[in-house]
Each structure stands twice: as structure tokens, then as C-alpha cells.
């Protein structure tokens, strides 16, 4: 399967920990992105890198969360002191170059985060 | 502050009639357009783009139109099949690709 991927599926914890995200791209694509989605509304933009650079960030990304991409490869997106209203689907997606396939995004399946 | 909406949270089609799902943005800066399905436990699938300098694009059963000057899209589906009922987005860029904006989506369930 060469899609992306995001590990875990599912992760549940109790507020005040920290959790880790992985996002696996599809290999050849060298813009990332991330976005949240909770019930109901569409996924809700949070991060974008082109290769190794973080090149936007949404104000819903506060201090509390960070991302990298090292290498330009796979991603993390880290939460620090979860809290409850961090609960929803985190959802990775990757695409090629502008130009080459303008805009169209690949997502893999999300992971889906409780906070207790 | 909510730049792409779809009023619409449902809609219900016989098989083999078309349905149109709407869409609507703020933001007259965006540059391109596109739709995404989403089925249960799995990640939004592409389905068709629009560029702002179009104002239709085909393929196969499934045609969007843009109104740049109503700040309006649609995603016509003809013949409606029942595999196609899943959760549709529809999301928006500037031309840089930088940034997405996505609608709340319109739950489309085709009737056999």
C-alpha cells in the first residue's frame, strides 16, 4: 500500500498527558499537511510543510502543539498537556509539488484521539 | 469565521437522478476549488478540482461548476449510483497551495 499513513488509529488518554502522532506521506510528495476534524464540521487546516520547512501554521495550533518533519520524510504532530477539547480526528494529508499536480491532497485514515 | 459553507447537511436522492450539492465561499482571493467524499473511519478521498480561471470541469459522472461572481460552486453527480453516498466536502485554496479551507460537509444518500 503506498497511500499515507497515520499511526495510531486510535489513541486515548487522560488529560495532562502528552501524545505523539505519526504521518507517514506518500514517498514522492513533498508538501505535508495536518488538520483537525471533530464532529460534524470538515477538517480544519493546522499545518503545512514543503519538505522539511514549516511553512504555515494556523492560530489553531497553539503553543501546546507542535509539528516536525525531519529530513522531509514522515511527520509528528505532538500534543502537550492534552486537555479535553483536544478530542477529534487529526488527519494527515500529503500532495506533489505545485505544478505537477496542482492541489490535489492524498489523506490517510486519521488518528483519532480521546481525552479523558 | 467559517470562509467555505455548505448549508446543506444532507440531502436524499433516488438512485439514477442527479444530485447537486452546494457550496459557498467568502474569500475572493481563492484561486481553486476542489470536492472531497469521505466515507466512515477512512480519510477524505479527492474527487474533482476547479481552477478559478474555469468555471466547469468534467469527469464522468461528476461535474463542478463555479460562479466567481456569486462566490458559488456545485458538484453535480448524474446518474446517482448508491456507492456514492458518503460525506461530501468541498475546500478551497489561495494559489499558493499553502493552506485549505474546508466546508462542514453535506451527507448525500442515494436511495436504490
Known amino acids: 500500500d503506498t497511500g499515507v499513513s497515520q499511526d495510531p488509529r486510535h489513541k486515548i488518554t487522560k488529560r495532562g498527558q502528552n501524545v505523539t502522532f505519526r504521518c507517514d506521506p506518500i514517498s514522492e510528495h513533498n508538501r505535508l499537511y495536518w488538520y483537525r476534524q471533530t464532529l460534524g464540521q470538515g477538517p480544519e487546516f493546522l499545518t503545512y510543510f514543503q519538505n522539511e520547512a514549516q511553512l504555515e501554521k494556523s492560530r489553531l495550533l ?20 492534552t486537555e479535553q477539547g483536544d478530542s477529534a480526528m487529526y488527519l494527515c494529508a500529503s500532495s506533489l509539488p505545485v505544478g505537477i499536480s496542482y492541489n490535489e491532497q492524498f489523506f490517510g485514515p486519521g488518528t483519532r484521539l480521546t481525552v479523558l | 469565521d467559517q ?6 447537511p444532507s440531502l436524499s436522492v ?32 479527492f474527487l474533482i478540482s476547479i481552477s478559478s480561471i474555469k468555471d466547469k470541469n468534467e469527469d464522468g459522472r461528476f461535474t463542478v461548476f463555479l460562479n466567481k461572481s456569486a462566490k458559488h460552486l456545485s458538484l453535480h453527480i448524474v446518474p446517482s449510483q448508491p456507492g456514492d453516498s458518503a460525506v461530501y ?11 485549505f479551507y474546508f466546508g462542514t460537509g453535506t451527507s448525500l444518500t442515494v436511495i436504490p
Open chain 2, 3 to 8: 470562509q467555505v459553507k455548505q448549508n446543506s
Open chain 2, 14 to 45: 433516488q438512485e439514477g437522478r442527479i444530485s447537486i450539492l452546494n457550496c459557498d465561499y467568502t474569500n475572493s482571493m481563492f484561486d481553486y476549488f476542489l470536492w472531497y467524499k469521505k466515507y466512515p473511519a477512512e480519510g477524505p478521498t
Open chain 2, 89 to 99: 466536502f468541498c475546500a478551497a485554496s489561495g494559489d499558493t497551495g499553502n493552506q
Open chain 1, 62 to 81: 497553539s503553543d501546546r502543539f507542535s509539528a516536525e518533519r525531519p529530513k522531509g520524510s514522515f511527520s509528528t504532530l505532538e500534543i502537550q498537556r
